[in-house]
């Protein structure tokens, strides 16, 4: 069954500097992988995803994702962090079936001024 | 284009008691899925439904019922309700219910049970 780790519960970042949010994940395919933000009060909103092909996926407000094959990692990257920013991230991995998705714990993503 | 929606916002309910939580899909999706999401982890898989069918279920028992109806509206049944079923419930809908495709979710029913 697939799994996914990230590593980080909170993180704490300077306005303005970069940001990488860690994702291992567990699955015996290719897996096919996202990331969701998720703002208080607010439902799952899709960030970038990674399906083939270019490893380095682009994404919505300037985030970008690595998918690492070998570390079986898909890093979350953002150069320069915004106020705005600040939410919790989820990695999450697709299964064989369907589209049901298993999720990360979670990175909580704080952003000092 | 009107996203997902889900009623009611809050819900207090008591050990034992049954509830239902509602899910308006996407327009032009045929498919819902819902998840359970507790407090300081993420969701997780609950079951599915395409085109009225149960397509997939994760590790919930069977109290955990769904309804999809004609329209594409969905509903999640939860009956003889536990404390540990207090969570943030997400319904997620999407065009196929293939792989590849993005999961548009509501933003959430907050079930608290006492």
């Known amino acids: 069954a697939q799994s996914v780790t990230q590593p980080d519960i909170h993180i704490t970042v300077s306005e303005g500097a970069s940001l990488e949010l860690r994702c291992n994940y567990s699955y015996g395919a290719t897996p096919y992988l996202f990331w969701y933000v998720q703002s208080p009060g607010q439902g799952l909103q899709l960030l970038l995803k990674?399906?083939?092909?270019?490893?380095l996926v682009q994404g919505i407000k300037g985030f970008e994702a690595e998918f690492k094959r070998s570390q079986s990692s898909f890093n979350l990257r953002k150069p320069s962090v915004h106020w705005s920013d600040a939410a919790e991230y989820f990695c999450?991995?697709?299964?064989?079936?369907?589209?049901?998705?298993?999720f990360g714990g979670g990175t909580r993503l704080m952003v000092k001024p | 284009e009107t996203g997902v929606t889900q009623s009611p916002t809050h819900l207090i309910k008591t050990r034992g008691q049954q509830v239902t939580l509602r899910c308006s899909s996407q327009s032009g999706h045929n498919t819902v899925s819902w998840y359970q999401q507790a407090l300081g982890q993420g969701p997780q898989f609950i079951f599915q439904y395409y085109r009225e069918e149960e397509n997939g279920r994760g590790n919930f028992p069977p109290r955990f019922s769904g309804l999809q109806f004609p329209n594409y509206s969905s509903e999640l049944n939860v009956n003889a309700l536990e404390l540990d079923d207090s969570a943030l419930y997400l319904c997620?809908?999407?065009?196929?219910?293939?792989?590849?495709?993005?999961?548009?979710f509501g933003p959430g029913t907050r079930l608290l049970v006492l």
């Open positions: 999450a991995v697709e299964a064989n079936a369907g589209n049901m998705l298993t």
């Open positions: 997620a809908s999407s065009p196929m219910g293939g792989r590849q495709e993005t999961q548009y």
């Open positions: 990674y399906f083939s092909g270019d490893t």
